[in-house]
């Protein structure tokens, strides 16, 4: 069956990186663009970053400079890169897949910035 599957997330200072990573099966991942998306506690769900099937990304300007978007398809894996994080980045990210009028949805993953 289809699933998305995100890991990497935690706990980290203000300033510090980390990489999270989005494991698919279950679909032609390389056809599909791949998006993270972030929610914090009473927001709304954000689009932070993409990937396109044929690799343009693109970013929600707050990230951008910050996060970095890439793709494996070999290996069927996504990845978000975040440096110089802040306590704003603190969100559950979700990794998402689309086609046209396919999208499936990762459980999340929490990423804390604090001191």
């Known amino acids: 069956q289809v699933q998305l599957v995100e890991s990497g997330g935690g706990l980290v200072q203000p300033g510090g990186s980390l990489r999270l990573s989005c494991a698919a099966s279950?679909?032609?991942?390389?056809?599909?663009?791949i998006h993270w998306f972030r929610q914090a506690p009473g927001k709304e769900r954000e689009l932070v970053a993409t990937i396109a099937n044929y690799d343009k990304s693109n970013y929600k300007d707050s990230v951008r400079g910050r996060f970095t978007i890439s793709r494996d398809n070999a290996k069927n894996m996504a990845f978000l890169q975040m440096s110089s994080l802040k306590p704003e980045d603190t969100a559950v990210y979700y990794c998402k897949a689309t086609l046209y009028l396919l999208n499936y949805w990762g459980q999340g993953t929490q990423v804390t910035v604090s001191s």
């Open positions: 279950g679909f032609a991942f390389s056809d599909f663009h």
